[in-house]
C-alpha cells in the first residue's frame, strides 16, 4: 500500500476562497482523522469518520468547515470561505480500529495550507 | 484541555548521547503511544505500550509507563542527527480515538 495520500500537498489562496483537501485512506482501514497543525495550537483533531459516518465533529472550528466521506477509500476538508487564520498543515490519518491497535495511525505527508 | 503533556518542550543534546523524553496523562488509558514527526513530514507510529506493560524495547527505542504516575517516557539510546524531529505521545483515553500531546523538539547536535 501507498500509504494514507493527501493532496495537494501545498495550496496558497486568496482570503475568501474556496479550498478542498483530499485524503486516500489506507485500504482496509475503518477509521479516519483529520487534524490541523499549527506553532501556536499543536495538533488539533477536527473530525473523526468511522466506517465512513461522521463520529465526532466537534473540533470543526465553525460552520466555514465541512467534511465527507462517500465511500471507504476517499475524503474531502472543505473550507469555504477561508480566511487567513486557516492557514495550517492539515493531515488525515487512517487506523484500523479507532486507537490504532498495535500499528496505530497512519498519517498523510499533509497538505500547508496559506491563505493570503 | 491535553491528556498528554510531554516534557521538555525542547531537548538539544550531542550526537552519541541519549535523549530522554517524558508523557503526562491525566485519566486511565488502555495504552499509550509514541510518535515522531520530521519538519514537513506526517507523524509516524514508533512503539505501543499497555497499560499493563511497565517497559517495551524496539531497536534504540526504549518506553516505559508507570500507570500509577499516568506517566510515560521514551529513550533514545546513542542518539543520531537523524534522530532530529518531534516527538509526540498519543493516549487512547477514548477507546475511538487518540489525544496527542504538544511534543518535545528533539535536536541532535553533530
Known amino acids: 500500500d501507498a500509504g494514507v495520500i493527501q493532496s495537494p500537498r501545498h495550496e496558497v489562496t486568496e482570503m475568501g476562497q474556496e479550498v478542498t483537501l483530499r485524503c486516500k485512506p489506507i485500504?482496509?482501514?475503518?477509521?479516519l482523522f483529520w487534524y490541523r497543525q499549527t506553532m501556536m495550537r499543536g495538533l488539533e483533531l477536527l473530525i473523526y469518520f468511522n466506517n465512513n459516518v461522521p463520529i465526532d465533529d466537534s473540533g470543526m472550528p465553525e460552520d466555514r468547515f465541512s467534511a465527507k466521506m462517500p465511500n471507504a477509500s476517499f475524503s474531502t476538508l472543505k473550507i469555504q470561505p477561508s480566511e487567513p487564520r486557516d492557514s495550517a498543515v492539515y493531515f488525515c490519518a487512517s487506523s484500523l480500529g479507532g486507537s490504532g491497535g498495535n500499528y496505530g495511525y497512519t498519517f498523510g505527508s499533509g497538505t500547508r495550507l496559506t491563505v493570503v | 484541555s491535553q491528556q498528554g503533556e510531554e516534557d521538555p518542550q525542547a531537548l538539544s543534546i550531542q550526537e552519541g548521547e541519549n535523549a530522554t523524553m517524558n508523557c503526562s496523562y491525566k485519566t486511565s488509558i488502555n495504552n499509550l503511544q509514541w510518535y515522531r514527526q520530521n519538519s514537513g513530514r506526517g507523524l509516524v507510529h514508533l512503539i505501543l505500550i499497555r497499560s499493563n506493560e511497565r517497559e517495551k524495547h524496539s531497536g534504540r527505542l526504549r518506553v516505559t509507563l508507570d500507570t500509577s504516575k499516568k506517566s510515560s517516557s521514551l529513550l533514545i539510546t546513542a542518539s543520531r542527527a537523524a534522530d532530529t524531529a518531534s516527538y509526540f505521545c498519543a493516549t487512547d483515553a477514548d477507546v475511538q480515538k487518540l489525544v496527542f500531546g504538544q511534543g518535545t523538539r528533539l535536536t541532535i547536535n553533530p
Open positions: 485500504s482496509g482501514h475503518d477509521y
